[in-house]
């Protein structure tokens, strides 16, 4: 079994860059066929996928969020990374690293880490 576990800041200014890393154990990002997902939870809202980077180093992202959002991977460490640009406070959620491997089928998922938004 996977395990993923997500790290950075709880609190960020508006317009400023949210960045998030994912520390993943017991599986590689290279593993064939892994996808490494992003998904976040607003108060109050459902889940949404952000984005993901595949086993190759592909990446792949929300249209709704194509224009500020980021993933990347360093494979040495084992770990990947997300980078919110230009955020506003409806970007606060609960922002979770989720492994698959058939798209869009989650499979194992960090405990999640909250980050606000706000001056």
């Known amino acids: 079994q996977v395990q993923l576990q997500e790290s950075g800041p709880g609190l960020v200014k508006p317009s400023q860059t949210l960045s998030l890393t994912c520390t993943v154990s017991?599986?590689?990002?290279?593993?064939?066929?892994?996808?490494w997902s992003w998904i976040r939870q607003p108060p109050g809202k459902g889940l949404e996928w952000m984005g993901a980077i595949d086993y190759r180093g592909v990446t792949f992202y929300s249209p709704a969020l194509k224009n500020h959002i980021s993933i990347s991977r360093e494979t040495s460490k084992n770990e990947f990374s997300l980078q919110l640009t230009a955020v506003t406070p409806e970007d606060t959620a609960v922002y979770y690293c989720v492994s698959s491997r058939i798209p869009r089928i989650f499979e194992d998922w960090g405990q999640g880490t909250q980050v606000t938004v706000s001056s």
């Open positions: 017991g599986g590689s990002l290279t593993s064939k066929y892994y996808y």
